[in-house]
């Protein structure tokens, strides 16, 4: 089953650009797909029914974050994976994230690189699109879907005011997830994107 909700994201674009900017020298660059990856590790912390996997008859939870992420290719998609992205930072991840990426377009990942992931991201962003039902990575038990974010008129209880929101959709194994608990993880993933200091409590 697939669940929709938007993130506003306006603040932390906002924060990755300045920082982005104030790191141009370095070539240090942060990327969306890096927070997203940050928040749905910790998502997958406060809801460990997400990181499992079915084995057969058992469902085996894990106790390590390998986050594997959708990569577009001249060959078809790819998806590497992202090892221990609790241990790591923004900055680290982004920079990963864009090699694996650059191996994957070069045909060049290693099986290693695209094994062992106990949760994927699938982004859309840069092509566009409003929705839509990404399908789980078996034997994981939940996949994130993230579309292109779009400016959009959001009623602040005076007025409505522009936000940018990006659509998020998260597909769930209903054998293992009921319906709240993978609305109760989209939300929190959107609340962590919308305000990144929750990460910290």
Same mark, same amino acid.
């Given at each position: 089953?697939? %669940? ?9 674009? @906002? ?14 660059? *942060? ?21 499992? +996997? !079915? ?5 085996? %939870?894990?106790? %390590?974050?390998?986050? @594997?992420? @959708? ?49 994927? !991201?699938? +982004?859309?962003?840069? !092509?566009?699109?409003? %929705?839509?039902?990404? !399908? ?7 996949? *994130? ?18 936000? =940018?929101?990006?659509?998020? +959709? ?10 709240? =608990? ?20």
């Amino acid at each position: 089953v697939t %669940y929709h909700e938007d993130a506003d994201i306006t603040d932390l674009e @906002a924060f990755r650009v300045q920082v982005n900017r104030e790191n141009e020298k370095s070539g240090r660059k *942060l990327t969306m797909l890096a927070f997203l990856i940050k928040a749905c590790v910790n998502a997958l912390q406060r809801f460990p029914e997400f990181n499992a +996997s !079915i084995d057969g008859e058992n469902l085996v %939870y894990k106790k %390590y974050f390998h986050i @594997a992420f @959708a990569a577009d290719t001249p060959n078809g998609l790819v998806v590497p994976v992202v090892k221990n992205a609790d241990r790591k930072g923004v900055f680290e991840i982004a920079a990963e994230t864009g090699e694996l990426a650059k191996k994957a377009r070069d045909g060049k990942l290693a099986p290693t690189e695209m094994q062992g992931a106990c949760f994927t !991201i699938s +982004s859309l962003g840069g !092509i566009g699109g409003t %929705y839509f039902a990404p !399908i789980v990575n078996a034997p994981e038990v939940a996949i *994130l879907g993230v579309n292109k974010s779009a400016m959009k008129p959001v009623w602040d209880g005076t007025q409505f005011v522009p936000r =940018l929101m990006l659509p998020l +959709s998260l597909t769930a194994d209903h054998r293992v997830i009921d319906g709240a =608990l993978a609305t109760r993880f989209n939300v929190h993933v959107a609340q962590l994107l919308a305000d990144m200091r929750r990460m910290m409590l």
